[in-house]
């Protein structure tokens, strides 16, 4: 546990705002990334951004520094932005019955591809496609370079799932890539 | 070949962990090679992509929200100070009904003489807890931020006025439950006005 982790939560929690506004300036860029690309629109990413910090500020009380600092805020972000996309879906289910189910299977490509050099613009555009789960745990691997072990801890599953949901995320986008 | 009996390994394998079967069965499958070409291409291009920023909007309404609470907290500090005098009052008119004689115009004078006789000591004591209070806060008033202070202050002259009200209205009818109970609560605001004050001052200079 970093002790400098502990000792800004500790000011944090003692109303030191220019602790908190070091907190945000450390991880707001970050997690600001993994919300866009989890959420797909800047507007909402915003919101949601907020919203970890205002719960960061609230539940800071409970940190204990069980985990790094940066972990909890990325377990906080998580937790909401899947249950933003819960709530989208559940609204769109409502709109409309016949939408495949996220985790429906691909059609496989029989030998996909992927081009020698992958443009960012594509690959923003093939995460966007992935279902929830798998894309928060490549964006986690993949992106954030975070290992399964703390990725378990984010998203609340096991290492092993962990693991397969960034496979399962490797794979489509391979297929998505090759197109 | 069953190559899917390879799938975590194979992801075990681009992050960097040897594994001898995988290897072995590596060497002998056109398939796996493909999957771990592509696996290698997607996770360096996802490496590399670009960090938006978030903008500065954020902080702002971020740092908005945190200052707004103790703004809403101090907001219910009145009523509460009212909420907590109200159920003195009703204590006090209680005990005064159990002890009073059971003649109607008896207790009509057992409230209101103790009412009246009490309302100069608390008075008094108020006033003294007001101008130590006041003296703090006038101390640490520098310390505020101004929105803070403009705040507190316009507060403050409320609980003035009412407090002069309450006066003039007691000087004329001395045995006015109604101005002796806003006279109260006009002063016991005070207090905790300017208790705030000196509270949100010392945490100031403490995060200086």
């Known amino acids: 546990m970093r002790t400098a982790d502990l000792e800004l939560a500790a000011r944090c929690r003692a109303g030191d705002a220019d602790a908190f506004e070091e907190l945000y300036r450390q991880h707001a860029r970050r997690l600001y990334g993994l919300v866009l690309r ?3 629109s800047p507007e909402e990413a915003e919101d949601l951004l907020q919203e970890v910090f205002l719960q960061a500020y609230r539940k800071l009380a409970g940190f204990r520094g069980e985990s790094a600092l940066g972990t909890w805020l990325y377990r906080l972000a998580m937790n909401l932005c899947l249950d933003h996309l819960r709530g989208r879906r559940a609204k769109m289910s409502r709109a409309t019955e016949s939408l495949d189910h ?30 929830a789960g798998s894309r928060a745990a490549f964006l986690l691997h993949d992106v954030e370079g975070f290992e399964h072990r703390e990725i378990a801890e984010i998203l609340g599953v096991t290492e092993g799932t962990s693991k397969s949901q960034v496979h399962k995320a490797r794979m489509k986008l391979r297929t998505l890539l090759s197109r | 070949m069953n190559c899917h009996i390879y799938d975590e390994v194979l992801g075990d394998y681009i992050d960097g962990m040897r594994n001898l079967e995988f290897e072995r069965h590596l060497a002998a499958c056109a398939r796996c090679q493909a999957v771990v070409a592509d696996f ?36 219910w500090v009145p009523m509460a100070v009212a909420a907590s005098l109200a159920l003195l009052v009703a204590g006090a008119t209680w005990l005064a009904w159990r002890e009073a004689p059971p003649a109607a115009p008896q207790i009509a004078q057992q409230i209101a003489v103790p009412a009246d006789e009490a309302a100069v000591p608390a008075d008094a004591h ?45 000087a004329t009818e001395p045995a006015n439950t109604v101005a002796q109970e806003s006279l109260l609560d006009a002063l016991d605001t005070k207090v905790a006005l300017l208790q705030d004050t000196v509270d949100l001052g010392t945490a100031k200079e403490l995060n200086q």
């Open chain 2, 40 to 75: 290698a291409r997607i996770r360096g291009a996802a490496s590399t992509l670009e960090e938006p920023i978030p903008p500065p909007r954020v902080w702002a309404r971020v740092a908005a929200a945190i200052d707004e609470k103790p703004k809403r907290a101090f907001a």
């Open chain 1, 102 to 131: 996220e985790d429906a299977a691909e059609p496989v490509a029989p030998a996909p591809v992927v081009p020698p050099a992958i443009s960012r613009m594509d690959l923003e555009r093939a995460i966007e496609k992935l279902p």
């Open chain 2, 126 to 170: 108020y006033d003294d807890a007001i101008a130590g209070l006041q003296q703090l806060a006038d101390a640490q008033d520098a310390a505020l931020d101004p929105s803070t202070r403009d705040v507190l202050q316009k507060n403050l002259e409320v609980v003035d006025r009412a407090i002069t009200e309450s006066r003039a209205a007691l």
């Open chain 1, 38 to 40: 989890m959420v797909g």
